[in-house]
């Protein structure tokens, strides 16, 4: 199916007609597709250096700032800011109704929850993992094939101005701010920084569009007093007020039955992943959906589908030496405020509560507190606690001798210690930043065995 014809590439970057036809973009020669549009774009890599293995791998053309050998190509002064153009192009000949992502946590989930949801009401493009950049989102828009009637970005960042060109370009119909937390803090400065940065988000929205906000955070008041005048607001939330009003979540090891009010009318769901967390991603999902003037008992029947992504509270469970364990993969990503989230998850499991803590990065001057002040839930929802990195060995230091499983200073060196520690029954939570690689746990207790 052609997603660009040669007009079209030729108008969206000002450029001459280059002859050739795309039926897909591709950055990445590694995951490269017949057909494709290779963007050779200037970041770690020169992408230009990539364009023969794209043309031997079957892409179609290549967009370059400088002329190639070996295939079609569409010459411009700046592929970045080609890729961009796409993007505006493609939002703008697509009539999709589009809601956007942003916030410290939950992204991601809330972002894969609203697939599920709209894939049951229209052919639906949503963001690939977490393609949140002022990469991942131009290429997300690229790629929307013109027919499309819902589409779902998220948008992240981890310095001052990142977010604002991000919802530009995106021009939502609806935009979800998950919470405010102090990710990315020591990047950002204060916890305000990071509340101003994610409202920019409200000022993409197109005329119409609605912002959608946390009415539980303590930023709320601020949030909605930053959303541009005329526009309106509809609020997600435990709290008596909110409009998307979370009634219970009761959670079992795996599930959590979810009763809640949207703009007066009741629903309920069994979501497929435990947690007050992501009992408020779902409210925060349909207060969008009725945003965008879906019918949210329906919305809330189509959620059941959504089960947790991997390294992001998938639960699954392995064997060790024939013990079976109950692994809990949050290895992805991690902030203080998704470790307390994840911790009573862990809480929920059967047997003994084990949790296997990496560092949280980009917390500058303040990631000692941050660390430390964890200390509290650990304790309450974890029975024995294994730790890396430097941060988390300082927490480590404060805990009773008989919570402490041990500390090492990686996770690589760490994961053989937790595999012969654990037993028969036992519940597992690994989690740590990316930059922590908690994967390589993962990978050691995953193992072939
Ligand atoms: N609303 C929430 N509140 C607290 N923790 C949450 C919430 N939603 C998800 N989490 C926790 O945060 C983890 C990461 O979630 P997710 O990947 O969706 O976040 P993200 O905002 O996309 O992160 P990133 O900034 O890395 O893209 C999940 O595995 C879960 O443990
Ligand atoms: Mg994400």
Known sequence: MTLWRADELAKAVGSHDPGFAVTGISIDTRSLQPGDLFVALQAERDGHDFVADAFAKGAAGAL?????????QLRVPDTLAALNSLGSAARARCPAK?????????????????????GGFGLT???????????????TLARMPRETAFAVLELGMNHPGEILPLAKLA????????????????????????MLEKASIFQGLRAGGTAIIPYDSR?????????????????????????????????????????????????EFILGAPGRHMAMNAIAALAACHAIGLDVVKAAEKIEAFMPVSGRG??????????????????????????????????????RKIAVLGDILELGDQAEVEHLALRDDVLQYADHVFTCGDMM??????????????HAPTAAALAPIVKSALRHNDAVLVKGSYGSRMRDVIALLEGPY
């Open 98 to 118: 589009l809601i956007a992502v942003t916030g410290s946590v939950g992204k991601t989930t809330t972002k894969e929850m609203l697939r599920r949801i709209l």
């Open 393 to 406: 060995g300082r927490l480590f230091e404060t805990l009773p001798t008989d919570r402490r499983g041990a």
């Open 171 to 194: 021009s939502p119909d609806a935009a979800i701010i998950t919470s405010i937390e102090r990710a990315h803090v020591g990047l950002m400065g204060s916890i305000e920084a990071i």
């Open 314 to 351: 998938l639960r699954h469970i392995i064997n060790i030496g024939g013990h079976r364990v109950y692994l809990l993969d949050e290895s992805y990503n991690a902030s203080a405020a998704s470790i307390r989230a994840a911790l009573e998850v862990l809480a929920l499991q059967p047997g």
């Open 64 to 72: 370059v700032s400088r002329d190639v050998t070996g295939g079609s």
């Open 219 to 267: 930023f709320h008041v601020a949030l909605s007093a930053l959303v541009p005048a005329g526009l309106p607001q509809f609020s997600f939330g435990e709290g008596e007020f909110a409009e998307a009003r979370l009634l219970s979540a009761e959670s079992d090891p795996v599930s959590c039955d979810v009763k809640a009010i949207v703009a007066g009318i009741k629903v």
């Open 125 to 139: 493009h949503a963001a690939e993992a977490s393609f949140n950049n002022h990469i991942g989102v131009p290429l």
